[in-house]
């Protein structure tokens, strides 16, 4: 049982990524057809069964807009110290960004 519980808990660690759940479930299935085949008997019907559950992040807000926003935004932390949302750097404060922190 503590096999078990130990399994689990490797699984929901891969599985806070959504792009990992298709691994996570491969690897259960293959749990599930291991036991099959070493017990003939159905794992999702033993009594020590526990159904997984995966919890996963939600998606990430994006850093930029596009590249230029990035590289503005990258340069003003590295040089100036200074972090900024992207909502305050856009193409009409590019400049004046620019020339107040980085020239």
Request: proline residues 2%.
């Amino acid at each position: 049982m503590s096999n078990l519980e130990a399994f689990y808990k490797v699984l929901r660690f891969y599985s806070v990524f959504k792009g990992n759940r298709h691994q996570v479930g491969r690897l259960l299935v293959d749990a599930v057809n291991y036991h099959y085949k070493k017990t003939a008997k159905n794992f999702r019907k033993m009594d020590y069964y526990v159904p997984l559950a995966l919890n996963y992040l939600p998606r990430q807000s994006n850093y930029a807009d596009d590249f230029f926003q990035y590289a503005v935004l990258r340069r003003l932390y590295e040089t100036a110290n200074l972090q900024l949302g992207k909502s305050q750097v856009n193409r009409e404060t590019y400049n004046d960004l620019i020339n107040q922190y980085l020239v």
